[in-house]
């Protein structure tokens, strides 16, 4: 699973990336985090507002920053489609 947080390094962006890590610990799951800071990158994916979170490729979040609670069941719903 590779997992990329998108977005130029605003507080709502560090706070996802915070959050994503803090759920992945509490899953147990042990996997690189990128950050993309790249405007054109972050286009590229079709982000509009970030920060945005990529699962596989797979836009997952965009324009908000989800509890970690929800970020939970979001890795776990996209590792149960796969």
């Known amino acids: ?5 998108l977005g130029p390094g605003c507080t709502n962006c560090k706070t996802l990336e915070k ?3 803090e759920a992945l610990q ?26 945005g979170l990529l699962i596989d490729e797979k836009v997952v979040v965009s324009g ?3 509890t970690v609670d ?8 996209h590792r149960g489609a796969q």
């Open 70 to 77: 929800k970020l939970k069941d979001i890795i776990l719903a």
């Open 26 to 51: 509490a899953l147990n799951m042990e996997t690189v985090v990128e950050k993309i800071e790249d405007y054109q990158q972050i286009a590229s994916y079709g982000i509009m507002r970030t920060p």
């Open 64 to 66: 908000f920053v989800p």
């Open 19 to 21: 959050r994503t890590r």
């Open 1 to 5: 699973m590779t997992i990329k947080v």
